[in-house]
């Protein structure tokens, strides 16, 4: 029987309006839109910290039978399959050489993978654990989405990575249950159940994956998901799939998404660890243990709303004045600060320059598969040399800075080295620094930071009997503040419209339909002509010809991806009903794109007003 987990609740507002069955009843819970940020694009960046905490907040909320049925972190169900899938680990950890973890994902979840994988091999002196990318090592550093629409690329890359194991645990991560690339590498391991135990990591309901047809590919997501859950019956498959509530910024699963699979992955991979070095076994206590201390960490990151929302105004107003944000890190800290820079190009359409992250070492400390990719663009220059030679002379007062840190590490004398060569071009220098109550940053380093964010660990934390919970909390607290950061500066910018990404890059076949989804809801167009208003705005003219309509989406999506303000020029030649090139040419009049669309916008108000009045009655009812 399950351990009682009514001390572990959290308490979140209710009642939660995305989870009434009213609430965009056409959306999975990935893709809808967040109650709690509907007004974020109006909101101060005091206010955007602390929508932001309330929406990761809910990623601790219990369950609640009274709204709807669906699983949490803490149901029974999802931590028995946690329980079970940790056994699992801890019989392939017994054998590294014929055995083998592997993570897989797209964007945000592939670099998680890969983030984990490493912590886990170098922790604890294994090679237990490997990784796969969509787009392979290059997506590490910048937005590679469209091979997220490869299931064939996915099944080549795990066949060559576990080729000469015995056994595979794979566990697939597709924080919507929509990633073709995923879907095929499990497709794979459960035609070879001798060989694969597949697991399933996402933040739906089953019957909420991907419906459509994968281009060139036999099943869709739901079909695969529907089949791992007839072999999960039989304790052949395992899915985690907790609901975690809609992203604050609505289908940004670099967010929410994100935050839960690292805590659930670590807190199942922990657990393993802990049994098999003390010889004990895997129980739904430990696993409770490891989530409370976790959800700790998000009251102690968010004690310090003042400071971060102090960054968060600073680097959006470096964006809003064409300056940039730099995140100058150290160890797992600076491989966080690259995430986040990365994921910043396709959510908000912006330029990998505008939002960059540097490590210590550069590859040589990410040390990932490919080795040193610095050879192969501006982009992949990620280490501290390479910012003093390459940004530093072109840092202007615009420009807002920010160093990750730990107080434990012995780099106080290189951090303050570098903070002194960046004092002189801008004073717009912060720092997030994690310690324990018995650390202090020394006086002449604190004067160096305008704003210091210090997150003070207690003691109590610092270790989970050997099995360094404190070095992943401290990671997902600084994801959290680097989130805050990167989603406020550019919401502060004009970027995002009530709670949608308006400006995102159209790069792979989700976000076309995500893109193609927002303009019909703010326009009240037909489908048709909204799908026509993007092509026109894909391929820059007003008369499409009948081989362009006739073109596979993948063909669209090929043009699109590295072209800028499709959305917002679709939505303004929509609400104006004028061509596409009066369109841009207001767009580039305007360059806050939230004034440009909302200046139009009488459909998209009077949408939301029906959304919140249809939830309102809802609940009364």
């Known amino acids: 029987m399950m351990k009682s987990t009514k001390r572990f609740e959290h308490e979140t507002p209710h009642p939660r309006k995305w989870e009434l069955a009213g609430y965009e009843p056409m959306l999975s819970i990935t893709e809808k839109s967040n109650p709690i940020t509907c007004t974020i694009d109006k909101s101060d960046s005091v206010q955007i910290v602390q929508l932001l905490k309330e929406c990761d907040a809910e990623i601790f909320q219990k369950e609640d039978n009274r709204v709807t049925n669906y699983k949490t972190l803490y149901s029974e169900s999802i931590l028995r399959t946690m329980v079970d899938t940790s056994k699992q680990v801890q019989e392939l950890l017994k054998d590294p050489e014929d055995n083998l973890i592997v993570l897989s994902g797209c964007g945000t979840s592939g670099r998680l993978a890969f983030l984990l994988a490493s912590s886990f091999n170098n922790l604890f002196k294994t090679s237990s654990y490997g990784y796969i990318i969509a787009g ?7 937005s590679q989405e469209l091979p997220e629409d490869n299931p064939e690329a996915g099944i080549n890359m795990l066949i060559k990575i576990s080729e000469r194991k015995k056994k595979v645990m794979f566990i697939g991560i597709s924080c919507g249950l929509s990633a073709p690339f995923v879907a095929g590498q499990l497709d794979v391991c459960m035609n070879n159940l001798d060989k694969f135990i597949p697991v399933l990591v996402g933040f739906n309901p089953i019957n909420m994956a991907r419906p459509e047809k994968i281009d060139g590919w036999h099943s869709t997501f739901l079909q695969v998901a529907e089949r791992i859950q007839r072999l999960e019956k039989l304790s052949k498959a395992y899915i985690i799939n907790p609901a975690v509530g809609p992203e604050g910024i609505a289908g940004s699963s670099r967010m929410k998404g994100g935050s839960a699979t690292k805590i659930l992955l670590e807190t199942i991979f922990l657990a393993a660890h802990k049994a098999l070095a003390n010889n004990t076994d895997i129980t739904d206590g430990c696993l409770l243990d490891l989530l409370r201390s976790y959800e700790k960490a998000h009251s102690i990151t968010y004690s310090h709303n003042e400071t971060i929302a102090a960054v968060v105004k600073q680097a959006g107003a470096s964006l809003q004045q064409n300056g940039h944000i730099y995140y100058i890190g150290w160890k797992s800290l600076g491989v966080m600060g690259i995430i986040d820079a990365s994921e910043c190009v396709p959510t908000f359409g912006a330029d990998f320059s505008h939002v960059r992250g540097f490590i210590n070492n550069g590859f040589k400390e990410m040390a990932n598969n490919d080795g040193d990719m610095s050879t192969q663009g501006p982009e ?3 280490s501290h040399e390479d910012f003093l030679k ?16 730990t107080l434990d590490e012995g780099e106080v004398s290189e951090i303050e080295k570098i903070a002194h060569q ?3 071009s801008t004073d717009n220098l912060f720092a997030i620094s994690h310690g324990t109550v018995w650390q202090h940053m020394p006086k002449e380093l604190k004067e160096l930071f305008s704003i210091t964010i210090s997150v003070t660990w207690p003691v109590t934390l610092s270790n989970y009997e050997g099995c360094y919970i404190q070095m992943f909390q401290r990671e997902l607290s600084t994801k959290w503040i680097l989130n805050a950061i990167s989603t406020g500066a550019h919401v502060l910018k004009g970027k995002v419209y009530y709670n949608y990404m308006i400006d995102l890059k159209v790069s792979n076949s989700k976000l076309f339909g995500r893109a193609l989804y927002i303009i019909q809801m703010f326009t009240g167009q037909t489908r048709p002509k909204c799908f026509e208003r993007l092509l026109q705005a894909i391929y820059e003219t007003d008369e ?7 073109l596979e989406i993948s063909k669209h999506i090929q043009r699109a991806a590295t072209m800028n303000q499709i959305v917002p020029a679709a939505m303004v ?3 104006r009903n004028c061509p596409i090139s009066e369109a841009k040419a207001r767009l580039a009049s305007c360059p806050i ?3 440009a669309i909302s200046e139009f916008d009488i459909q998209g108000q009077k ?11 809802e609940m009364d009812g």
Do not use: Y
């Open 422 to 424: 960046i004092k002189v």
């Open 136 to 142: 392979g090592d290059k997506a590490l550093i910048t």
């Open 593 to 595: 794109v939230r004034e």
């Open 380 to 382: 992949f220059a990620i």
């Open 390 to 405: 390459i940004v530093l002379p072109t840092i202007h007062t615009n420009d807002t800075i920010v160093f990750i840190f």
């Open 544 to 550: 499409l010809s009948e081989k362009i309509k006739n």
């Open 607 to 617: 949408w939301r007003a029906d959304q919140t009045e249809a939830a309102e009655d």
């Open 573 to 575: 030649a929509l609400m």
